[in-house]
T-cell receptor, first 114, second 114 residues
Framework: AQSVAQPEDQVNVAEGNPLTVKCTYS??????LFWYVQYPNRGLQFLLK??????LVKGSYGFEAEFNKSQTSFHLKKPSALVSDSALYFC????????????FGTGTRLKVLA | NAGVTQTPKFRILKIGQSMTLQCTQD?????MYWYRQDPGMGLKLIYY???????DKGEVPNGYNVSRSTTEDFPLRLELAAPSQTSVYFC?????????????FGEGSRLTVL
């Protein structure tokens, strides 16, 4: 079965420090991978995606993510966290074959402390 | 552009009542989705559509129905509401037939069934 795992319910980081939000996946075929952010009482917003090519993907608000095929991971990173980055982050995967479904992880709450 | 618009934003239903959550998008996207979000559970796919006249079940379709008579609109019908349907509902759309497109989300509809 296809799945996405976000092993941490919450990540705390001090403002100015680097942050990492982890995501691993299990799919058949080649994956398309996405990160979304959700602020309180809002819909999800797209941050970045990996389709093919360079394993390091850069996205909105200074975020980046690294695709690692051997470890089936797609961790979200930012060199210097801001308090305004505090939000709920979702990893999602879509396969290149079969259905048109996106599978989401359970989400990781990021808290950046001033 | 308005993007993806959902109505209503909030609704309280009594057990056994029915209602329709409206979703419309103005981006000419073929693909549309309904998700529900429960705390700690991530997003679960209810129904999706790959174009006008075509719909299919997702992971948790029981108790719901959809229709897609136009490209723009994808309403979600709740029949005989139950407390288990208390959730936040998100409509989303995407543009890519190859699966590379990200999802665009509405702001959500918070439903409480008492």
């Amino acid at each position: 079965a296809q799945s996405v795992a976000q092993p941490e319910d919450q990540v705390n980081v001090a403002e100015g420090n680097p942050l990492t939000v982890k995501c691993t996946y299990s799919v058949s075929g080649n994956p398309y991978l996405f990160w979304y952010v959700q602020y309180p009482n809002r819909g999800l917003q797209f941050l970045l995606k990996y389709i093919t090519g360079d394993n390091l993907v850069k996205g909105s608000y200074g975020f980046e993510a690294e695709f690692n095929k051997s470890q089936t991971s797609f961790h979200l990173k930012k060199p210097s966290a801001l308090v305004s980055d505090s939000a709920l982050y979702f990893c999602a995967v879509r396969t290149t074959s079969g259905t048109y479904k996106y599978i989401f992880g359970t989400g990781t709450r990021l808290k950046v402390l001033a | 552009n308005a993007g993806v618009t959902q109505t209503p934003k909030f609704r309280i239903l009594k057990i056994g009542q029915s209602m329709t959550l409206q979703c419309t998008q103005d981006m000419n996207h073929n693909y549309m989705y309904w998700y529900r979000q429960d705390p700690g559970m991530g997003l679960k796919l209810i129904y999706y559509s790959v174009g006008a006249g075509i719909t299919d079940k997702g992971e948790v379709p029981n108790g719901y129905n959809v229709s897609r008579s136009t490209t723009e609109d994808f309403p979600l019908r709740l029949e005989l509401a139950a407390p288990s349907q208390t959730s936040v509902y998100f409509c989303a759309s995407s543009y890519s037939s190859s699966g590379t497109g990200e999802l665009f989300f509405g702001e959500g509809s918070r439903l409480t069934v008492l």
